[in-house]
Protein backbone atom coordinates (compact mmCIF):
# COMPACT_ATOMS: atom_id res chain seq x y z
CA UNK A 1 0.00 0.00 0.00
CA UNK A 2 1.20 3.47 -0.67
CA UNK A 3 2.42 5.20 2.13
CA UNK A 4 3.58 9.33 3.02
CA UNK A 5 6.33 10.43 1.22
CA UNK A 6 8.68 12.47 2.65
CA UNK A 7 11.61 14.22 0.71
CA UNK A 8 14.70 14.63 1.33
CA UNK A 9 15.10 12.13 3.36
CA UNK A 10 18.64 13.70 4.53
CA UNK A 11 19.30 17.44 4.51
CA UNK A 12 22.66 19.23 5.65
CA UNK A 13 22.80 22.80 5.82
CA UNK A 14 24.41 25.58 7.43
CA UNK A 15 23.36 28.46 10.02
CA UNK A 16 21.41 31.34 8.33
CA UNK A 17 20.20 29.36 5.31
CA UNK A 18 16.87 27.82 3.81
CA UNK A 19 15.25 24.46 3.99
CA UNK A 20 11.96 23.40 2.27
CA UNK A 21 11.05 19.90 3.44
CA UNK A 22 8.36 17.98 1.28
CA UNK A 23 5.62 15.64 2.32
CA UNK A 24 3.60 13.94 0.17
CA UNK A 25 0.28 12.17 1.91
CA UNK A 26 -1.24 9.13 0.69
CA UNK A 27 -3.53 9.47 -2.10
CA UNK A 28 -7.17 10.34 -1.50
CA UNK A 29 -5.56 11.94 2.25
CA UNK A 30 -6.89 15.49 3.00
CA UNK A 31 -4.97 16.19 6.53
CA UNK A 32 -1.18 16.57 6.55
CA UNK A 33 0.78 17.44 9.91
CA UNK A 34 4.09 17.93 10.55
CA UNK A 35 6.46 17.07 13.27
CA UNK A 36 9.59 18.34 14.65
CA UNK A 37 11.65 15.52 16.94
CA UNK A 38 14.78 16.71 18.77
CA UNK A 39 17.44 14.38 19.94
CA UNK A 40 16.22 12.60 22.65
CA UNK A 41 12.86 14.22 22.77
CA UNK A 42 9.25 13.46 21.77
CA UNK A 43 7.65 13.76 18.28
CA UNK A 44 6.20 18.05 18.88
CA UNK A 45 3.25 18.89 16.44
CA UNK A 46 4.12 22.07 14.63
CA UNK A 47 1.10 22.23 12.13
CA UNK A 48 -1.93 20.86 10.13
CA UNK A 49 -3.59 21.20 7.41
CA UNK A 50 -6.99 20.65 5.84
CA UNK A 51 -8.14 20.79 2.64
CA UNK A 52 -5.30 23.10 1.74
CA UNK A 53 -6.09 25.28 4.55
CA UNK A 54 -4.24 25.46 8.21
CA UNK A 55 -6.54 23.83 10.87
CA UNK A 56 -4.62 23.33 13.99
CA UNK A 57 -0.82 25.37 15.06
CA UNK A 58 1.78 24.32 17.24
CA UNK A 59 4.70 24.93 18.47
CA UNK A 60 6.24 26.24 14.71
CA UNK A 61 8.69 29.22 14.76
CA UNK A 62 7.74 32.14 13.00
CA UNK A 63 11.30 31.59 11.19
CA UNK A 64 8.92 28.61 9.59
CA UNK A 65 5.97 28.46 7.12
CA UNK A 66 3.93 25.76 5.39
CA UNK A 67 1.15 25.37 3.04
CA UNK A 68 -0.72 22.38 1.33
CA UNK A 69 -1.23 22.53 -2.59
CA UNK A 70 -4.30 21.51 -4.56
CA UNK A 71 -2.63 18.05 -4.97
CA UNK A 72 -2.57 17.99 -1.42
CA UNK A 73 1.16 17.43 -0.67
CA UNK A 74 2.66 20.16 1.79
CA UNK A 75 6.04 21.70 2.03
CA UNK A 76 7.35 23.29 5.28
CA UNK A 77 9.55 26.32 4.58
CA UNK A 78 12.69 27.20 6.96
CA UNK A 79 14.18 30.24 7.03
CA UNK A 80 17.38 31.67 9.30
CA UNK A 81 18.11 28.08 10.18
CA UNK A 82 19.57 27.89 13.68
CA UNK A 83 21.64 24.70 14.78
CA UNK A 84 18.89 23.71 17.34
CA UNK A 85 16.28 23.02 13.83
CA UNK A 86 18.46 19.95 13.78
CA UNK A 87 15.88 17.07 13.66
CA UNK A 88 13.74 14.89 12.39
CA UNK A 89 10.71 16.25 10.76
CA UNK A 90 8.18 13.89 10.37
CA UNK A 91 4.79 14.65 8.10
CA UNK A 92 1.33 12.24 8.55
CA UNK A 93 -1.54 12.42 6.56
CA UNK A 94 -5.35 11.22 7.26
CA UNK A 95 -8.54 11.54 5.50
CA UNK A 96 -11.38 13.13 7.52
CA UNK A 97 -13.37 9.97 8.27
CA UNK A 98 -14.06 10.33 12.11
CA UNK A 99 -11.45 8.02 12.84
CA UNK A 100 -8.71 10.26 11.88
CA UNK A 101 -5.92 7.39 12.56
CA UNK A 102 -2.10 9.54 11.10
CA UNK A 103 -0.05 7.89 8.78
CA UNK A 104 3.82 9.21 9.62
CA UNK A 105 5.99 9.35 6.83
CA UNK A 106 10.01 7.77 7.28
CA UNK A 107 11.15 11.71 8.26
CA UNK A 108 13.82 14.12 6.82
CA UNK A 109 16.83 14.44 9.16
CA UNK A 110 17.81 18.28 8.46
CA UNK A 111 21.14 18.59 10.33
CA UNK A 112 22.34 21.91 10.66
CA UNK A 113 25.97 22.66 10.88
CA UNK B 1 4.63 0.15 2.48
CA UNK B 2 4.85 1.24 6.43
CA UNK B 3 7.28 -0.06 8.70
CA UNK B 4 4.77 -0.84 11.63
CA UNK B 5 1.39 -1.69 11.14
CA UNK B 6 -0.83 -1.48 14.44
CA UNK B 7 -3.82 -3.70 14.79
CA UNK B 8 -6.78 -2.87 15.78
CA UNK B 9 -6.71 0.30 13.94
CA UNK B 10 -10.00 1.43 16.30
CA UNK B 11 -10.62 -0.11 20.04
CA UNK B 12 -13.63 0.87 22.11
CA UNK B 13 -13.46 -0.58 25.65
CA UNK B 14 -15.30 -0.02 28.98
CA UNK B 15 -13.38 1.88 31.86
CA UNK B 16 -11.66 -1.26 33.64
CA UNK B 17 -10.74 -3.30 30.95
CA UNK B 18 -7.82 -4.45 29.36
CA UNK B 19 -6.81 -3.03 26.24
CA UNK B 20 -3.84 -4.95 24.03
CA UNK B 21 -2.62 -3.22 20.64
CA UNK B 22 -0.25 -5.51 18.33
CA UNK B 23 1.91 -3.64 16.09
CA UNK B 24 4.56 -5.37 13.23
CA UNK B 25 7.44 -4.64 11.34
CA UNK B 26 9.14 -5.55 8.53
CA UNK B 27 13.06 -5.01 9.42
CA UNK B 28 15.64 -5.80 11.82
CA UNK B 29 15.54 -3.24 14.39
CA UNK B 30 17.68 -1.49 18.16
CA UNK B 31 14.45 -1.00 19.83
CA UNK B 32 10.79 -0.40 19.51
CA UNK B 33 9.37 2.58 21.30
CA UNK B 34 5.03 3.12 22.04
CA UNK B 35 3.99 6.77 22.37
CA UNK B 36 0.32 8.19 22.84
CA UNK B 37 -0.60 11.11 20.81
CA UNK B 38 -3.96 13.18 22.24
CA UNK B 39 -6.23 15.02 20.34
CA UNK B 40 -3.70 14.69 16.99
CA UNK B 41 -1.12 16.95 19.17
CA UNK B 42 2.52 15.64 19.57
CA UNK B 43 3.27 12.39 20.42
CA UNK B 44 4.78 11.21 24.08
CA UNK B 45 6.76 8.55 24.25
CA UNK B 46 5.29 5.76 27.04
CA UNK B 47 7.96 3.31 26.99
CA UNK B 48 11.25 1.82 25.02
CA UNK B 49 12.08 -1.85 24.76
CA UNK B 50 15.18 -2.84 23.20
CA UNK B 51 15.46 -6.13 20.78
CA UNK B 52 17.53 -7.88 23.34
CA UNK B 53 14.43 -7.35 25.59
CA UNK B 54 11.60 -9.95 25.80
CA UNK B 55 8.76 -7.77 28.36
CA UNK B 56 8.77 -4.30 29.84
CA UNK B 57 6.20 -2.84 32.62
CA UNK B 58 6.00 0.56 33.38
CA UNK B 59 2.97 1.21 36.05
CA UNK B 60 -0.54 -0.17 34.08
CA UNK B 61 1.61 -0.42 30.68
CA UNK B 62 3.27 -4.13 29.90
CA UNK B 63 5.09 -3.91 26.55
CA UNK B 64 6.35 -7.66 24.86
CA UNK B 65 8.28 -7.94 21.82
CA UNK B 66 9.13 -10.94 19.50
CA UNK B 67 11.48 -10.37 17.39
CA UNK B 68 11.18 -13.97 15.55
CA UNK B 69 7.74 -12.85 14.82
CA UNK B 70 8.55 -8.92 14.51
CA UNK B 71 5.29 -7.52 16.60
CA UNK B 72 5.36 -6.17 19.82
CA UNK B 73 2.32 -5.41 21.89
CA UNK B 74 0.94 -2.59 24.00
CA UNK B 75 -1.13 -4.12 27.07
CA UNK B 76 -2.66 -1.26 29.12
CA UNK B 77 -4.79 -2.72 32.37
CA UNK B 78 -7.30 -1.55 34.49
CA UNK B 79 -8.27 1.18 31.48
CA UNK B 80 -9.63 4.55 32.38
CA UNK B 81 -11.27 7.49 30.59
CA UNK B 82 -8.15 9.46 30.82
CA UNK B 83 -6.38 6.68 28.79
CA UNK B 84 -9.07 7.53 25.43
CA UNK B 85 -5.73 8.52 22.71
CA UNK B 86 -4.14 7.26 20.13
CA UNK B 87 -0.92 4.64 20.16
CA UNK B 88 1.85 4.56 17.88
CA UNK B 89 4.69 1.80 17.85
CA UNK B 90 7.81 3.22 16.18
CA UNK B 91 10.66 1.10 15.12
CA UNK B 92 14.46 2.29 15.61
CA UNK B 93 16.76 0.39 13.34
CA UNK B 94 19.71 2.18 14.09
CA UNK B 95 21.18 5.83 12.69
CA UNK B 96 17.94 6.88 14.39
CA UNK B 97 16.16 5.96 11.31
CA UNK B 98 12.22 5.39 13.03
CA UNK B 99 9.61 4.56 11.26
CA UNK B 100 6.28 4.93 13.08
CA UNK B 101 3.16 2.32 12.68
CA UNK B 102 -0.63 3.38 11.83
CA UNK B 103 -1.61 3.92 15.23
CA UNK B 104 -4.45 2.51 17.23
CA UNK B 105 -7.42 4.64 18.51
CA UNK B 106 -8.15 3.48 21.63
CA UNK B 107 -11.48 5.07 23.31
CA UNK B 108 -12.04 4.17 26.85
CA UNK B 109 -15.99 4.23 27.62
CA UNK B 110 -16.90 5.79 31.21
Known amino acids: AAGVIQSPRHLIKEKRETATLKCYPI?????VYWYQQGPGQDPQFLIS???????DKGSIPDRFSAQQFSDYHSELNMSSLELGDSALYFC????????????FGPGTRLTVL | SQQGEEDPQALSIQEGENATMNCSYK?????LQWYRQNSGRGLVHLIL?????REKHSGRLRVTLDTSKKSSSLLITASRAADTASYFC??????????FGAGTRLTVKP
Open chain 1, 92 to 103: ASSKVTGEDTQY
Open chain 1, 27 to 31: PRHDT
Open chain 1, 49 to 55: FYEKMQS
Open chain 2, 27 to 31: TSINN
Open chain 2, 49 to 53: IRSNE
Open chain 2, 90 to 99: ATDAGNNDMR
